[in-house]
């Protein structure tokens, strides 16, 4: 309610006349509200009342100082309003402000708002002018009055009064509207498409001061909520402000481009309606060094706005070609231009790699160098933030900034008090460490890690943090990194960090140790152990692990993995920390994540020495073991598997401590679901293998359980793993044992599909397994049964020599069994079987090849005949010179035991020129064995044809024959006389002359008479009966 006071203004206002009401009623009422007449002193030069009175000649001095209501005010049709008349006032010399005359009257300020807003409304043009400058200068000094204003309903007055045909109307309006936007919190109320297009129409009013008071009104409004920012664009805003562009007033300009800048800070749509709109081509002129320093300032405005949009909205202002406007103005030496330069590119340089590029090119860099230390400080923190954003590029870029030094310049900001400073420069430097090894040995050269050794102990966690951080990523570098860091001395100090540090700091030291320890070789895990952490670790496990934070216990797994994972003596310092018995409780945690770490350190150990499986072993962990084995978790359940084949892989004591706990029987019921993981099956099989390396008592233990019957279907499964650890069992199994008869048919399939997936190694294993069989008659029966002598045939045209080897012993076997074993591999091509193990590289392949055919060639007539006919004679011949006494010795062999079939096996001896090749090396030979072998076949093929006998004669043997009776042997001699005797018969007299002549008789007559063996004397005196005869009766005559 009013005060009784206004009842009387009331009275007073209805009957005054309009000049009354300007010259009395209005400042009256405006003192009511701001404590004085006059308007106040514009202390903002650039403010919207300063803008009025500047372009319309309107100013407090222009104000008359009568009462007198003849002096009204003259209006006319084409808007201008002059001598507007005021209320006495007296000028204050001091603050150029109007104090009011001691007489003004005074009513409650709710009533002067309400009768203001009702000669708002009447139709006389000089009252509205004064009322609206009464409310825009109440607006200014008492911004408290807005809501009031509003709430009893300004604005719909105003949308009236905007559209008026009178400039000062229209200009008080706009200010009206501009300073309730500006400083008004429900800015919504203003934002009426009734009273927002009125106000755009404004922009095409034909007066510059209109013009102007309307862009600065929706400049104000611009710069609210996104909601605001579309009404504006949707209404047509934009096309309407790039008309006013063209015009030449820089006012108009600096506002249009203040209002674009407002838009283009709204959404991404909002950004691309401007970009869409053209607005990027059109303000590019603005940019030009002609243009006065603001101008160019609220164009760069426009272009941060949009830069900070998507990429592609950046790709724009790329693509339109602004980098070369905006590189020279690194030059200018106007600060808040700069400012705006260096945060264009700065979010240029938060886009794509591409875009980065594109900057990189442009050689913006050194000229952000300069800036990093500038002496203004927001310049200094945007050319941080750019570098830091291209720091962020790919790996080439990265390089790039280091080859420009940047790198020296962030070493000296690291240090700075500033912690703005300090942290973007962090992060430059942590973008360089999470790349290549090259980077960070950039980081190194340039002495950045030395200098951040000194924040180690900073007192601001988040610069510890980025430090500790900055460390870890260069802890994933090589080992000469890892090194630089023990030389600076932060591993010796991570123990002492970690004490006086909070979680997250020590979560990062721990990452740096697992880094170290996991990422290299011996010599990394060795220094973290040196550091003498392991025994703080061992802290970690001991307390309970609810207490710390999930993250660092997984780390301390993770470091205690790695080094559980070096050599032996790096597995006995967990021992020797006694950790072991720590993992023995963990391995019934309730979080399977615990359990499965500790497996996995204790399976790491397992693989050491026998001495450090057996301190497993001690310690009782292989009890806990079993109910591990039907855990859900697949991960707990292999590495359980895994740590019993590791155990297994040690000596008889730790197979044997397998054994004892039953883990056979343990694993069937797993091997019998068709759906266990393959990892699973895989690590049972890896245990099986390794006791399957045992004693002979453990692998019948193992072949009698019945296990093998459970891993023959996993053959099915086609995997080449599996099936070649398979085939390895089965070549342990049948190494031990030769042939177990239930073993060897299950044994067979697995050889075969062994064979079948061509891999060279998992045929070594089933050639070595098959030549092991092959030891013994029921093995070789099974092997010929299977058919695996075809399949071995095929593997024959193998470049592996080993292979080839492998094939050469089965061969052995099979031909030194009975007949029936030999004709299975006669009844293959022997040459095409032999041909290509003859030609081996492998010297021992050639030989065991050579023994296979010298005990096939002890088979029957037909079989030697076939031998002799395949043409393997002449592959073989040549080794009767060879170097190696076996593969000599084994040659001979065949030819003396083809030698003794029939007249058809002795002539291809002949064809073949195996008789005339070795005579010279039958005195050659100082080996008396040899010399027999030679003599054996000398001797059957005496025993031939005439022909035969007569093409030993003619190729000269008869000179050797006597030789071979002084230096031989018995058995020499034996053979020696029994060729002599069946040659004897064929000789000529001059031959029989010869051997007379020869000394044959003295050497004849003793073997006849005292030799030891029967044969030799009867030979021998067969001899002397066909050559001595004959020369006696001669010698009577004579």
């Given at each position: 309610?009013?005060?009784?006071?206004?009842?009387?203004?009331?009275?007073?206002?209805?009957?005054?006349?309009?000049?009354e009401?300007?010259?009395?009623?209005?400042?009256?009422?405006?003192?009511?509200?701001?404590?004085?007449?006059?308007?106040?002193?514009?202390?903002?030069?650039?403010?919207?009342?300063?803008?009025?009175?500047?372009?319309?000649?309107?100013?407090?001095?222009?104000?008359?100082?009568?009462?007198?209501?003849?002096?009204?005010?003259?209006?006319?049709?084409?808007?201008?309003?002059?001598?507007?008349?005021?209320?006495?006032?007296?000028?204050?010399?001091?603050?150029?402000?109007?104090?009011?005359?001691?007489?003004q009257?005074?009513?409650?300020?709710?009533?002067a708002?309400?009768?203001?807003?009702?000669?708002?409304?009447?139709?006389?043009?000089?009252?509205v002018?004064?009322?609206?400058?009464?409310?825009?200068?109440?607006?200014?000094?008492k911004?408290?009055?807005?809501?009031?204003?509003?709430?009893?309903?300004?604005?719909s007055?105003?949308?009236?009064s905007?559209?008026?045909?009178?400039?000062?109307?229209?200009?008080?309006?706009?200010?009206?509207?501009?300073?309730?936007?500006?400083?008004?919190?429900?800015?919504e109320?203003?934002?009426?498409?009734?009273?927002?297009?009125?106000?755009?129409?404004?922009?095409?009013?034909?007066?510059?001061?209109?013009?102007?008071?309307?862009?600065?009104?929706?400049?104000?409004?611009a710069?609210?909520?996104?909601?605001?920012?579309?009404?504006?664009?949707?209404?047509?805003?934009?096309?309407?402000?790039?008309?006013l562009l063209?015009?030449?007033?820089?006012?108009?300009?600096?506002?249009?481009?203040?209002?674009?800048?407002?838009?283009?800070?709204?959404?991404?749509?909002?950004?691309?309606?401007?970009?869409?709109?053209?607005?990027?081509?059109?303000?590019?002129?603005?940019?030009?060094?002609?243009?006065?320093?603001?101008?160019?300032?609220?164009?760069l405005?426009?272009?941060v706005?949009?830069?900070?949009?998507?990429?592609d909205?950046?790709?724009?202002?790329?693509?339109?070609?602004?980098?070369?406007?905006?590189?020279?103005?690194?030059?200018?030496?106007?600060?808040?231009?700069?400012?705006?330069?260096?945060?264009?590119?700065?979010?240029?340089?938060?886009?794509?790699?591409?875009?980065?590029?594109?900057?990189?090119d442009?050689?913006?860099?050194?000229?952000i160098?300069?800036?990093?230390?500038?002496?203004?400080?927001?310049?200094?923190?945007?050319?941080?933030?750019?570098?830091?954003?291209?720091?962020?590029?790919?790996?080439?870029?990265k390089?790039?900034?280091?080859?420009?030094?940047?790198?020296?310049?962030?070493?000296?900001?690291?240090?700075?008090?500033?912690?703005?400073?300090?942290?973007q420069?962090?992060?430059?430097?942590?973008?360089f460490?999470?790349?290549?090894?090259?980077?960070?040995?950039?980081?190194?050269?340039?002495?950045?890690?030395?200098?951040?050794?000194?924040?180690?102990?900073?007192?601001?966690?988040?610069?510890?943090?980025?430090?500790?951080?900055?460390?870890?990523?260069?802890?994933?570098?090589?080992?000469?990194?890892?090194?630089?860091?023990?030389?600076?001395?932060?591993?010796?100090?991570i123990?002492?960090?970690?004490?006086?540090?909070?979680?997250?700091?020590?979560?990062?030291?721990?990452?740096?140790?697992?880094?170290?320890?996991?990422?290299?070789?011996?010599?990394?895990?060795?220094?973290?152990?040196?550091?003498?952490?392991?025994?703080?670790?061992?802290?970690?496990?001991?307390?309970?692990?609810?207490?710390?934070?999930?993250?660092?216990?997984?780390?301390?797994?993770?470091?205690?993995?790695?080094?559980?994972?070096?050599?032996?003596?790096?597995?006995q310092?967990?021992?020797?920390?006694?950790?072991?018995n720590?993992?023995?409780?963990?391995?019934?945690n309730?979080?399977?994540?615990?359990?499965?770490?500790?497996?996995?350190?204790?399976?790491?150990?397992?693989?050491?020495?026998?001495?450090q499986?057996?301190?497993?072993?001690?310690?009782?962990?292989?009890?806990?073991?079993?109910p591990?084995?039907f855990?859900?978790?697949?991960?707990?359940?292999?590495?359980?598997?895994?740590?019993?084949?590791?155990?297994?892989?040690?000596?008889?004591?730790?197979?044997?401590?397998?054994?004892?706990?039953?883990?056979?029987?343990?694993?069937?019921?797993?091997?019998?679901?068709?759906?266990?993981?393959?990892?699973?099956?895989?690590?049972?099989?890896?245990?099986?293998?390794?006791?399957?390396?045992?004693?002979?008592?453990?692998?019948?233990?193992?072949?009698?359980?019945g296990?093998?019957?459970?891993?023959?279907?996993?053959?099915?499964?086609?995997?080449?793993?599996?099936?070649?650890?398979?085939?390895?069992?089965?070549?342990?199994v049948?190494?031990?044992?030769?042939?177990?008869?239930?073993?060897?048919?299950?044994?067979?399939?697995?050889?075969?599909?062994?064979?079948?997936?061509?891999?060279?190694?998992?045929?070594?294993?089933?050639?070595?397994?098959?030549?092991?069989?092959?030891?013994?008659?029921?093995?070789?029966?099974?092997?010929?049964?299977?058919?695996?002598?075809?399949?071995?045939?095929?593997?024959?045209?193998?470049?592996?020599?080993?292979?080839?080897?492998?094939?050469?012993?089965?061969?052995?076997?099979?031909?030194?069994?009975?007949?029936?074993?030999?004709?299975?591999?006669?009844?293959?091509?022997?040459?095409?079987?032999?041909?290509?193990?003859?030609?081996?590289?492998?010297?021992?392949?050639?030989?065991?090849?050579?023994?296979?055919?010298?005990?096939?060639?002890?088979?029957?007539?037909?079989?030697?005949?076939?031998?002799?006919?395949?043409g393997?004679?002449?592959?073989?011949?040549?080794?009767?010179?060879?170097?190696?006494?076996?593969?000599?010795?084994?040659?001979?062999?065949?030819?003396?035991?083809?030698?003794?079939?029939n007249?058809?096996?002795?002539?291809?001896?002949?064809?073949?020129?195996?008789?005339?090749?070795?005579?010279?090396?039958?005195?050659?030979f100082?080996?008396?064995?040899?010399?027999?072998?030679?003599?054996?076949?000398?001797a059957?093929?005496?025993?031939?044809?005439?022909?035969?006998?007569?093409?030993?004669?003619?190729?000269?043997?008869?000179?050797?024959?006597?030789?071979?009776?002084?230096?031989?042997?018995?058995n020499?001699?034996?053979?020696?006389?029994?060729?002599?005797?069946?040659?004897?018969?064929?000789?000529?007299?001059?031959?029989?002359?010869?051997?007379?002549?020869?000394?044959?008789?003295?050497?004849?007559?003793?073997?006849?008479?005292?030799?030891?063996?029967?044969?030799?004397?009867?030979?021998?005196?067969?001899?002397?009966?066909?050559?001595?005869?004959?020369?006696?009766?001669?010698?009577?005559?004579?």
């Amino acid at each position: 309610m009013f005060r009784s006071s206004m009842n009387a203004a009331t009275s007073y206002n209805s009957s005054m006349s309009p000049a009354e009401i300007m010259n009395k009623e209005i400042p009256m009422l405006r003192y009511s509200l701001v404590g004085h007449t006059g308007v106040i002193k514009i202390q903002k030069r650039k403010s919207p009342i300063y803008f009025a009175r500047l372009a319309c000649c309107y100013t407090p001095s222009s104000l008359r100082k009568s009462n007198s209501a003849s002096n009204n005010v003259a209006s006319s049709r084409n808007g201008s309003v002059s001598n507007v008349s005021s209320s006495p006032t007296t000028p204050n010399s001091k603050n150029g402000q109007y104090k009011p005359l001691n007489s003004q009257p005074s009513v409650d300020p709710e009533y002067a708002v309400a009768r203001l807003l009702e000669l708002l409304n009447t139709d006389d043009e000089e009252v509205v002018v004064l009322t609206l400058e009464a409310i825009v200068i109440t607006l200014i000094d008492k911004k408290k009055y807005i809501g009031t204003f509003i709430k009893a309903g300004l604005l719909s007055s105003i949308s009236k009064s905007i559209s008026s045909q009178v400039d000062l109307i229209r200009i008080f309006s706009c200010q009206t509207i501009s300073l309730i936007a500006k400083c008004y919190k429900n800015i919504e109320a203003v934002t009426k498409n009734f009273l927002i297009r009125p106000l755009v129409e404004l922009l095409q009013d034909e007066s510059n001061e209109v013009v102007l008071q309307a862009i600065f009104a929706i400049y104000n409004i611009a710069n609210g909520n996104e909601t605001q920012k579309q009404i504006l664009i949707k209404i047509g805003t934009v096309s309407s402000i790039l008309i006013l562009l063209a015009s030449g007033n820089e006012l108009i300009h600096k506002f249009s481009l203040g209002t674009l800048a407002h838009l283009a800070s709204g959404n991404v749509f909002q950004k691309q309606t401007l970009i869409e709109s053209s607005v990027l081509i059109s303000i590019s002129k603005f940019l030009g060094p002609d243009n006065d320093d603001a101008i160019i300032i609220e164009t760069l405005k426009v272009l941060v706005n949009i830069a900070k949009g998507t990429n592609d909205q950046k790709q724009e202002i790329i693509d339109n070609t602004y980098l070369k406007q905006v590189v020279p103005l690194f030059e200018s030496s106007n600060e808040s231009l700069l400012r705006k330069t260096i945060q264009l590119i700065q979010h240029l340089a938060n886009g794509s790699v591409a875009q980065k590029q594109v900057l990189l090119d442009n050689d913006v860099v050194p000229h952000i160098l300069t800036f990093i230390t500038y002496n203004d400080n927001i310049i200094r923190l945007y050319a941080l933030e750019c570098v830091s954003n291209l720091s962020k590029g790919k790996k080439s870029q990265k390089k790039f900034l280091a080859e420009n030094m940047i790198l020296p310049v962030i070493n000296t900001m690291i240090l700075s008090r500033d912690t703005t400073f300090q942290k973007q420069s962090l992060q430059i430097i942590q973008n360089f460490s999470e790349d290549s090894s090259s980077l960070k040995q950039s980081l190194i050269d340039s002495g950045i890690l030395k200098t951040l050794i000194t924040l180690i102990n900073s007192n601001s966690t988040g610069i510890k943090n980025r430090v500790i951080k900055i460390f870890e990523n260069v802890s994933t570098g090589n080992m000469g990194q890892v090194q630089y860091l023990v030389d600076v001395g932060l591993i010796s100090n991570i123990p002492t960090i970690m004490k006086n540090s909070g979680s997250s700091i020590k979560k990062h030291c721990l990452i740096i140790l697992s880094n170290i320890v996991n990422n290299n070789d011996i010599y990394g895990k060795q220094i973290v152990i040196d550091c003498g952490i392991m025994s703080y670790l061992k802290k970690y496990l001991v307390t309970s692990t609810e207490y710390y934070k999930p993250e660092v216990i997984n780390t301390t797994f993770q470091i205690l993995t790695g080094v559980s994972a070096g050599d032996n003596n790096q597995k006995q310092v967990i021992i020797d920390l006694g950790l072991v018995n720590v993992f023995l409780p963990l391995l019934n945690n309730v979080n399977e994540t615990i359990t499965t770490m500790s497996l996995t350190v204790i399976n790491n150990v397992a693989k050491g020495t026998d001495s450090q499986r057996q301190h497993i072993v001690d310690t009782g962990i292989l009890t806990s073991l079993p109910p591990l084995l039907f855990s859900l978790n697949e991960v707990i359940k292999n590495l359980t598997i895994e740590i019993l084949a590791s155990i297994a892989k040690g000596d008889e004591f730790n197979k044997q401590a397998i054994l004892d706990i039953g883990a056979i029987e343990l694993i069937k019921p797993i091997l019998l679901k068709s759906k266990e993981d393959l990892e699973t099956k895989k690590a049972i099989l890896s245990m099986i293998y390794r006791l399957t390396e045992g004693t002979e008592h453990q692998i019948k233990a193992l072949v009698y359980s019945g296990i093998f019957k459970l891993l023959y279907p996993l053959v099915k499964l086609q995997d080449k793993e599996i099936i070649n650890i398979l085939v390895c069992c089965v070549e342990n199994v049948i190494f031990q044992f030769c042939y177990v008869k239930n073993f060897v048919r299950i044994s067979l399939p697995i050889i075969f599909e062994g064979i079948r997936l061509l891999d060279d190694e998992i045929t070594i294993h089933c050639l070595s397994a098959i030549s092991n069989m092959t030891f013994s008659v029921e093995g070789q029966n099974e092997v010929l049964q299977y058919g695996l002598l075809q399949v071995v045939q095929y593997l024959l045209d193998s470049t592996n020599e080993q292979i080839k080897h492998e094939i050469g012993k089965i061969f052995i076997n099979i031909s030194a069994g009975d007949q029936s074993k030999k004709q299975a591999l006669i009844n293959l091509n022997l040459r095409s079987i032999f041909g290509p193990l003859l030609a081996a590289i492998d010297i021992n392949t050639v030989c065991d090849t050579v023994w296979a055919i010298e005990n096939l060639s002890k088979g029957h007539e037909r079989q030697k005949q076939i031998i002799a006919e395949s043409g393997i004679l002449e592959l073989i011949l040549p080794f009767v010179s060879s170097p190696n006494y076996d593969l000599k010795s084994r040659t001979l062999s065949i030819f003396a035991n083809l030698s003794e079939g029939n007249s058809i096996l002795k002539q291809c001896l002949i064809d073949c020129n195996v008789v005339s090749v070795v005579k010279p090396l039958v005195l050659m030979f100082s080996d008396n064995h040899l010399k027999k072998e030679i003599m054996k076949m000398v001797a059957n093929i005496s025993t031939g044809s005439d022909e035969q006998k007569n093409y030993l004669i003619k190729i000269g043997y008869i000179d050797i024959l006597v030789p071979l009776l002084v230096l031989g042997d018995e058995n020499i001699k034996q053979l020696a006389t029994l060729t002599l005797s069946k040659l004897s018969p064929k000789l000529d007299c001059l031959q029989k002359q010869y051997l007379i002549d020869s000394g044959v008789q003295e050497l004849l007559e003793p073997l006849s008479k005292d030799s030891k063996s029967s044969r030799t004397k009867r030979f021998s005196q067969d001899a002397m009966s066909h050559i001595l005869p004959k020369t006696k009766e001669t010698v009577i005559i004579i």
